[in-house]
């Protein structure tokens, strides 16, 4: 089965939960013939838990988003398109969604109790969005 024109789409924050979704999106991708489409979202005002604070510009997204892309998939940055979006997290995902065949997200990854939840922004996505959603869980 190919994707033809729809795209995986892979929430990228800078960290270490997202470089494995997207490691994992671009196994997937092999395997469905299609693109990554690799989303950050980012605020002028930043946002909590990311390594984007006050002050962040459009630039900023999108030199972060390219060295987490190169960083996480190595020789298979071909593979990806990067794409900025100025809203919350969620909503970014959630609208870069419509068009894909998948989404892709990480885990937190807490462990213990507090690990067999999702974060909110993993949560909402799996909530809401138009198309199956994968959360890959965090190495053991």
Not at 32 to 52: F, I, K, M, N, T
Request: net charge negative.
């Amino acid at each position: 089965m190919t994707c033809m024109s729809n795209d995986i789409v892979v929430g990228i924050d800078g960290s270490d939960h997202a470089a494995r979704a997207l490691r994992w999106a671009l196994d997937e991708a092999e395997l469905r013939q299609c693109r990554v489409r690799a989303v950050l979202s980012w605020s002028y005002l930043g946002e909590a838990d990311s390594p984007l604070g006050p002050g962040t510009t459009e630039e900023d997204a999108k030199a972060a988003l390219d060295a987490a892309v190169a960083n996480a998939a190595g020789d298979r940055a071909g593979l990806v398109d990067a794409v900025t979006v100025n809203d919350l997290a969620a909503r970014g995902l959630l609208e870069q969604a419509q068009d894909a065949a998948l989404v892709v997200v990480g885990s937190r990854g807490r462990g213990g109790l507090k690990g067999l939840m999702l974060g909110s922004v993993s949560r909402t996505v799996v909530e809401r969005s138009p198309v199956p959603v994968v959360v890959v869980p965090h190495d053991r």
